[in-house]
T-cell receptor
């Protein structure tokens, strides 16, 4: 069975600090997708990134970066120079690679608070 | 382009009553998903439509839950009769390929 663990329930940092959100996953599949979503106070889940299991290159998008390590089954998310607007709940998720789209298995979420 | 919309945003009902949640996916998205987050727990999959057909309903908790997708467009999720443990936030998502785009959710409270 697939499982995603986000061990950090809550993180609180001061603005401009760097912060890393951890994500560890379990799957028996050799190919799979990993995702990060952001849930701001407004409630909707905002798609941030999708990563294929066969592509271990790290990705950077502005202040956001993702570190995928298959050897440790981890897909960590780092926010550099955090801002108050980054405050949200962040979810890591996993899905099969099948024909078409597949259901997501989510972690418990990490509530990130950026204090001014 | 309009995103995924859900109605209502909040619903408070008494145990034993019926509630119907609606989801309008992004236009052109064949895949539609329902998920649920019970207080403090992870978001869990309920079911997946491809157009009007149920592709996977393995996450539906019991037969009090009925989902439909009329003509492959909007979807409804009916809970009848509602129980206290059904309280939570119900999310709908749609996709064309692998990225799922979520609506704001419907917060259901059963008292």
């Amino acid at each position: 069975a697939q499982k995603v663990t986000q061990a950090q329930t809550e993180i609180s940092v001061v603005e401009k600090e760097d912060v890393t959100l951890d994500c560890v996953y379990e799957t028996r599949d050799t190919t799979y997708y990993l995702f990060w979503y952001k849930q701001p106070p407004s409630g909707e889940l905002v798609f941030l990134i999708r990563r294929n299991s066969f592509d271990e290159q790290n990705e950077i998008s502005g202040r956001y970066s993702w570190n995928f390590q298959k050897s440790t089954s981890s897909f960590n998310f780092t926010i550099t120079a955090s801002q108050v607007v980054d405050s949200a709940v962040y979810f890591c998720a996993l899905s099969d690679v099948g024909q078409g789209a597949q259901k997501l298995v989510f972690g418990q979420g990490t509530r990130l608070t950026i204090n001014p | 382009e309009a995103g995924v919309t859900q109605f209502p945003s909040h619903s408070v009902i008494e145990k034993g009553q019926t509630v119907t949640l609606r989801c309008d996916p992004i236009s052109g998205h064949d895949n539609l998903y329902w998920y649920r987050r019970v207080m403090g727990k992870e978001i869990k999959f309920l079911l997946h439509f491809v157009k009007e057909s149920k592709q996977d309903e393995s996450g539906m908790p019991n037969n009090r839950f009925l989902a439909e997708r009329t003509g492959g467009t909007y979807s409804t999720l009916k809970v009848q009769p509602a129980e206290l443990e059904d309280s939570g936030v119900y999310f709908c998502a749609s996709s064309q390929r692998h990225e799922q785009y979520f609506g704001p959710g419907t917060r259901l409270t059963v008292t």
